[in-house]
């Protein structure tokens, strides 16, 4: 199982960027999906999670600057990023996660610079 993310690059304080994940349909159909993300020298973090109903939930840095939204259609997910901070820094990581089992992507950098 593959997740794929994009997206990532270099912006300015004060900027925005879009990622975006695409996973296989059966497992985007069955999970709940989210964004992690791992600053230099520190633990792998939650940014957002959406359910399959939609239910989104942020971590407190993200809310009111960070949205993400699921496309069951597509089997795409998406995290728009506005406001950034330098440390929003981070790479970005896709998950699924279903009762026992969870998948990964291989990560998008974000860089913001000050």
């Known amino acids: 199982v593959q997740l794929v993310e994009s997206g990532g690059g270099l912006v300015q304080a004060g900027g925005s960027l879009t990622l975006s994940c695409a996973a296989p349909?059966?497992?985007?159909?069955?999970?709940?999906m989210g964004w992690y993300r791992q600053a230099p020298g520190k633990q792998r973090e939650l940014v957002a999670t959406?359910?399959?109903?939609?239910?989104?939930n942020y971590t407190t840095s993200a809310k009111g600057r960070f949205s993400a939204a699921r496309d069951n259609v597509k089997r795409t997910l998406n995290l728009q990023m506005h406001d950034l901070k330098p440390n929003d820094t981070a790479v970005y990581y896709c998950?699924?996660?279903?009762?026992?089992?969870?998948?990964w992507g291989p990560g998008t950098r974000v860089t913001v610079s000050s």
């Open positions: 998950n699924a996660a279903q009762r026992y089992e969870s998948w």
């Open positions: 959406i359910t399959t109903g939609g239910y989104t």
């Open positions: 349909g059966i497992i985007f159909s069955s999970s709940t």
